[in-house]
């Protein structure tokens, strides 16, 4: 089945170590979208990449990075994790430009920083 | 700008009752509605959606019409399941955006007791 598939599902590091989550899909979607959702909120919106063309959120810390090698992965590099980046990670595709505007989930990665 | 309104929870209901989650939603011009629900420990997952006015969406018993006169969305399921517990949250895009950014609602958790 044609999915958004995370990698890992949890995920542990320590304060300020770097850490890099993964997400890849076989739905061949040209937009690819990173979030953060802490304790059931809304998932808020950290960036995206519109086929190569990266969009940061005016409001998404320096701290967060991200890169896309070609159009089945993205990663989400996080420079220098505070306790206050512990939160779940959600990897999402879409492919807007068809008239369809859902997007796609997959599992998440939680991460914990201790 | 965009926004989603949706009711607070959590909801708490027995099996086999009728469940209704209030969405309401201020945009400009005609935006795509979706209902997302999101089990524990998981990512997201589309429910349902619904493009234009008066369109309802109906997944797994549940069902949403679009109500542009009332800018609502409503959720409703005529006979919840143990199984249903779970974090919905209402959103939308708007159909001008290239890239399908998602405005999402608050969430709002049911809980559904035997």
């Known amino acids: 089945d044609a999915m958004v598939i995370q990698n890992p599902r949890y995920q542990v590091t320590q304060f300020g170590k770097p850490v890099t989550l993964s997400c890849s899909q076989t739905l061949n979607h040209n937009v690819m979208y990173w979030y953060q959702q802490k304790s059931s909120q809304a998932p808020k919106l950290l960036f995206h990449?519109?086929?190569?063309?990266?969009?940061n959120e005016a409001d998404t810390p320096d701290n967060f990075q991200s890169r896309r090698p070609n159009t089945s992965f993205c990663f989400l590099d996080i420079r220098s994790p505070g306790l206050g980046d512990a939160a779940m990670y959600l990897c999402?595709?879409?492919?807007?430009?068809?008239?369809?505007?859902?997007?796609?989930f997959g599992p998440g990665t939680r991460l914990t920083v201790t | 700008g965009d926004s989603v309104t949706q009711m607070e929870g959590p909801v708490t209901l027995s099996e086999e009752a009728f469940l209704t989650i209030n969405c309401t939603y201020t945009?400009?011009?005609?935006?795509?509605l979706f209902w997302y629900v999101q089990y524990p420990g998981e990512g997201l997952q589309l429910l349902l959606k619904?493009?234009?006015?008066?369109d309802k969406g109906s997944n797994k018993g549940f069902e949403a019409t679009y109500r542009k006169e009332t800018t609502s969305f409503h959720l409703e399921k005529g006979s919840v399941q143990v199984s249903d517990s779970a974090v919905y949250f209402c959103a939308l895009t708007r159909t001008t955006d290239s890239w399908g950014k998602l405005q999402f609602g608050a969430g709002t958790q049911v809980v559904v007791t035997p």
């Open positions: 619904a493009t234009k006015a008066d």
């Open positions: 999402a595709t879409s492919t807007p430009g068809t008239g369809s505007y859902e997007q796609y």
């Open positions: 945009a400009t011009g005609y935006p795509s």
């Open positions: 990449y519109y086929d190569k063309d990266f969009n």
